[in-house]
């Protein structure tokens, strides 16, 4: 090589190198901050960049309710950003697959950095197997308790210091010192002894449960990190949750679970908000909106504060036990990123003092940093602003971090918990005690914590093995549809054979790759333990045993799911057929009335289960203030006697809180698509020839004669397929159950599809997930075949008889 080409070659890889090492760095940054925290979390982003040139931020926000999932379906995609918020009942699962970085190693590289300056509890919560994989960003203490200083002042009591303490019944003699006490006198009735003032109302049912299991020494599991016993059945446990459902039912001092998830935009912060509650308890994150919504000087604003949660007497010792559940969040280090020390230096920055003041400021989130939860702006100084100085008594956010307790960690938790979460609707509602409604979910946690603990020693799986197998079931298929033929095909109608072939060359490669493909794989995967981001484990038919004889929700699901159908599909058919009927007229404009039934069936499913998820609200519902009236004492022609036999439970119709309920609620709202059964009956009615009508009349029929002896026969086809593809539909219901009920209360609207998903990306068993598609995938083969058998009675016109 001539030496002008050598130095040409170097001059270009030495440009190359200088190019790459100057190049710009852009990192992914996840979070789940709502749109306070967007704001906020967005200005860090930029002021990180100011101070770091070179280094750009990809801000990615995903809602919390499908952040774990996405985040999964990320990692196991090699998709995963550099950098993802997390908090400490999530991180085990990614650090356990290795799909995070342990911090340790990074600690030396950023002058000044010190781990022991951030709040010890939320840091020992995020180190596991003894490596620190989260750098915690905010932690968020639930034993707050907001409280209405006038409210207080009307009912002569004196604002709470946080030295109190709650029994099973109020104290008198402790007044203002027994938080059962002070709840019972700032709650208020009317004439007619219905509620008008509570004295208290929780963000949600939990966050006063634990405070009142924690507080009592107990737990709800025997190991946060590596758990092998749930105790909710303890004596203890049993009788809080009781005690609290009792408090809203019986006493009606706390709203009840009707009450809480009703209020208008189902949030029990409204409650206080409007001055029906007097007592709010909640994290700090409620701060904002607390601030745009009680404006100094406007008509909705009142005097607020804060103070601790209530602690409890010790039977044994005398002394006050001060516990209660927290949350927290953090940055963690995906293994897949490239750029380490840069994510590093993101990291540091977004949970170190520049994005915890610009967090504080903003009054979002409690700094992980001891010293700045002490110090403006998050404890309210001579400087800070008027507006920002709400609540003033935030050192108690700082004194409630001594008595955190976090939810245990371990990756298998979320999903034995909600067995029992399950329950806790119906105890609230007054459906099942509690004692009997965790004794149930016991016995089905304990079968599932036995496979998970057995899972953990299976075999690998063998892959090429179900390659071979996979390729072997591709080969009989085409030799099924292409094999050869008896008849020796010409020359002409080879060549036209081969023609046919490549044209259709891109759907056959579409429906290998796309459809049979991914089918195949789903067989081999129901053998399998796997969560698609470790090594698959061979189990055999494990999977097909434990749904049928082990999973104690694979019977109940697919009973909901029956039972759906039983009464969704023939209502929805007889409702479609009427509408049909009654649009086969010719009048003027019907084709907007068509128009005008057929669209409620093009609308968005997730959209009109928001929209009739405040329709079914118990209170301030469209649908009860039909029945019962707008002053919710009417009864629509014995409607509302009838719903409350039903529900077993007074007062207007709780339609998504209720057990018995909550099912023919969604029967109900399955009407609002029968347009689309309807399009097809009136096409089979627009397809029956006028003349059968016209013999009709003349043999004298009346309208009923006609329909039995021309319509119905004549229209069957159009029914039969109407039937078919409406039970298959109604086996692969999702949605609506998905948005409106999460499958509560108490499994009643946990159908077949949604176990799968919970199974598939909430529990991460792709492989026991892929198991119950194919047993769903058999049962509605099953039951199409049966349904076949009713096309002997299927009236063909154009078929010989």
Same mark, same amino acid.
């Given at each position: 090589?001539?030496?002008?080409?050598?130095?040409?070659?170097?001059?270009?890889?030495?440009?190359?190198?200088?190019?790459?090492?100057?190049?710009?760095?852009?990192?992914?940054?996840?979070?789940?901050?709502?749109?306070?925290?967007?704001?906020?979390?967005?200005?860090?982003?930029?002021?990180?960049?100011?101070?770091?040139?070179?280094?750009?931020?990809?801000?990615?926000?995903?809602?919390?309710?499908?952040?774990?999932?996405?985040?999964?379906?990320?990692?196991?995609?090699?998709?995963?950003?550099?950098?993802?918020?997390?908090?400490?009942?999530?991180?085990?699962?990614?650090?356990?697959?290795?799909?995070?970085?342990?911090?340790?190693?990074?600690?030396?590289?950023?002058?000044?950095?010190?781990?022991?300056?951030?709040? =010890?509890?939320?840091?020992?919560?995020?180190?596991?197997?003894?490596?620190?994989?989260?750098?915690?960003?905010?932690?968020?203490?639930?034993?707050?308790?907001?409280?209405? =200083?006038?409210?207080?002042?009307?009912?002569?009591?004196?604002?709470?210091?946080?030295?109190?303490?709650?029994?099973?019944?109020?104290?008198?003699?402790?007044?203002?010192?027994?938080?059962?006490?002070?709840?019972?006198?700032?709650? =208020?009735?009317?004439?007619?002894?219905?509620?008008?003032?509570?004295?208290?109302?929780?963000?949600?049912?939990?966050?006063?449960?634990?405070?009142?299991?924690?507080?009592?020494?107990?737990?709800?599991?025997?190991?946060?990190?590596?758990?092998?016993?749930?105790?909710?059945?303890?004596?203890?446990?049993?009788?809080?949750?009781?005690?609290?459902?009792?408090?809203?039912?019986?006493?009606?001092?706390?709203?009840?679970?009707?009450?809480?998830?009703?209020?208008?935009?189902?949030?029990?912060?409204?409650?206080?908000?409007?001055?029906?509650?007097?007592?709010?308890?909640?994290?700090i994150w409620a701060v904002p909106a607390f601030r745009k919504a009680l404006k100094p000087g406007s008509k909705e604003w009142f005097d607020w504060d804060i103070t601790l949660a209530p602690g409890h007497i010790d039977p044994r010792t005398g002394k006050a036990v001060r516990a209660a559940p927290t949350g927290g969040s953090g940055y963690a280090m995906m293994s897949s990123c490239r750029h380490q020390k840069e994510a590093w230096l993101l990291t540091t920055w977004m949970a170190g003092p520049p994005a915890m003041r610009l967090m504080a400021k903003a009054g979002l989130a409690q700094p992980a940093i001891k010293r700045l939860a002490l110090e403006e702006p998050w404890v309210p100084g001579p400087s800070t602003p008027e507006d920002q100085r709400y609540p003033p008594s935030r050192k108690f956010t700082d004194e409630a971090v001594a008595s955190v307790v976090f939810d245990p960690t371990a990756d298998y938790y979320l999903e034995l918990n909600t067995y029992y979460e399950s329950k806790v609707d119906s105890v609230m509602a007054g459906t099942l005690t509690a004692e009997r409604a965790f004794s149930l979910a016991d016995n089905d946690a304990k079968i599932r914590l036995r496979q998970i603990l057995n899972q953990q020693s299976l075999p690998p799986f063998n892959w090429p093995f179900a390659a071979i197998g996979g390729t072997a079931v591709v080969a009989g298929v085409l030799l099924w549809l292409y094999g050869p033929r008896q008849r020796k095909l010409s020359l002409a109608e080879r060549?036209?054979?081969?023609?046919?072939?490549?044209?259709?060359?891109?759907?056959?490669?579409?429906?290998?790759?796309?459809?049979?493909?991914?089918?195949?794989?789903?067989?081999?995967?129901?053998?399998?333990?796997?969560?698609?981001?470790?090594?698959?484990?061979?189990?055999?038919?494990?999977?097909?045993?434990?749904?049928?004889?082990?999973?104690?929700?694979?019977?109940?699901?697919?009973?909901?799911?029956?039972?759906?159908?039983?009464?969704?599909?023939?209502?929805?058919?007889?409702?479609?057929?009427?509408?049909?009927?009654?649009?086969?007229? =010719?009048?003027?404009?019907?084709?907007?009335?068509?128009?005008?039934?057929?669209?409620?069936?093009?609308?968005?499913?997730?959209?009109?289960?928001?929209?009739?998820?405040?329709?079914?609200?118990?209170?301030?519902?469209?649908?009860?203030?039909?029945?019962?009236?707008?002053?919710?004492?009417?009864?629509?022609?014995?409607?509302?006697?009838?719903?409350?036999?039903?529900?077993?439970?007074?007062?207007?119709?709780?339609?998504?809180?209720?057990?018995?309920?909550?099912?023919?609620?969604?029967?109900?709202?399955?009407?609002?698509g029968a347009g689309s059964g309807m399009v097809i009956l009136l096409a089979g009615l627009q397809g029956i020839p006028q003349f059968y009508y016209e013999a009709a009349t003349l043999d004298g029929a009346g309208p009923w004669q006609k329909f039995k002896a021309v319509t119905f026969p004549l229209l069957t086809p159009s029914l039969f397929f109407t039937l078919v593809t409406g039970v298959i539909a109604s086996f692969q219901i999702f949605t609506q159950a998905f948005v409106m009920t999460s499958g509560g209360p108490n499994d009643s609207t946990r159908f077949f599809i949604l176990h799968l998903y919970n199974q598939a990306f909430e529990a991460l068993r792709m492989g026991y997930s892929s198991a119950l598609a194919w047993i769903l995938f058999a049962v509605i083969l099953v039951f199409t075949a049966l349904q076949w058998r009713l096309n002997r009675y299927v009236h063909y016109e154009a078929e010989a008889k």
């Open positions: 090589m001539r030496p002008s080409v050598r130095f040409a070659c170097c001059l270009a890889s030495v440009v190359a190198l200088c190019s790459v090492a100057t190049a710009d760095v852009t990192l992914r940054l996840v979070v789940w901050d709502g749109d306070d925290g967007l704001g906020v979390v967005r200005q860090a982003a930029k002021e990180f960049e100011a101070a770091h040139p070179g280094i750009h931020v990809r801000l990615e926000n995903v809602p919390y309710g499908q952040y774990a999932t996405k985040l999964l379906a990320q990692v196991a995609a090699g998709a995963s950003p550099d950098v993802a918020m997390m908090e400490p009942k999530m991180y085990q699962g990614f650090a356990r697959r290795g799909a995070c970085v342990s911090l340790d190693g990074f600690f030396g590289q950023t002058p000044d950095f010190r781990i022991d300056d951030y709040y =010890k509890p939320i840091v020992d919560v995020h180190r596991f197997e003894g490596k620190l994989y989260v750098l915690p960003r905010d932690i968020a203490p639930i034993g707050l308790i907001y409280y209405n =200083k006038r409210l207080f002042k009307e009912a002569g009591l004196a604002y709470p210091d946080g030295t109190w303490t709650w029994d099973w019944k109020p104290r008198p003699e402790l007044k203002e010192k027994d938080f059962t006490w002070v709840i019972q006198q700032l709650s =208020k009735r009317d004439a007619k002894g219905k509620p008008v003032q509570w004295g208290f109302v929780p963000a949600w049912t939990r966050a006063f449960a634990d405070t009142v299991v924690y507080s009592q020494g107990l737990r709800y599991v025997d190991d946060p990190v590596h758990p092998t016993r749930w105790n909710w059945t303890d004596p203890g446990i049993v009788k809080a949750y009781q005690w609290i459902a009792d408090l809203g039912m019986k006493e009606q001092w706390i709203p009840s679970s009707t009450e809480i998830s009703n209020v208008l935009m189902s949030s029990s912060d409204k409650l206080f908000l409007e001055q029906k509650a007097a007592m709010f308890q909640c994290g060549k036209e054979n081969r023609a046919a072939y490549g044209f259709l060359l891109p759907w056959i490669i579409g429906a290998l790759a796309l459809t049979l493909g991914p089918m195949i794989l789903s067989l081999f995967m129901s053998l399998a333990d796997w969560d698609i981001m470790t090594p698959a484990h061979w189990r055999g038919v494990g999977n097909y045993t434990e749904a049928f004889s082990q999973d104690p929700r694979f019977w109940g699901s697919l009973r909901v799911t029956a039972l759906y159908t039983v009464f969704a599909v023939p209502l929805g058919l007889v409702v479609s057929l009427a509408m049909a009927l009654l649009l086969n007229t =010719k009048v003027k404009g019907i084709a907007l009335y068509r128009t005008c039934f057929y669209l409620p069936a093009l609308a968005s499913t997730v959209a009109t289960s928001l929209v009739f998820k405040k329709l079914f609200q118990a209170e301030g519902g469209l649908i009860n203030s039909v029945i019962y009236g707008g002053d919710g004492h009417g009864d629509l022609f014995g409607i509302g006697w009838l719903l409350e036999k039903i529900a077993g439970a007074p007062g207007p119709a709780n339609w998504l809180g209720n057990e018995r309920l909550a099912l023919p609620a969604l029967v109900l709202m399955s009407l609002w």
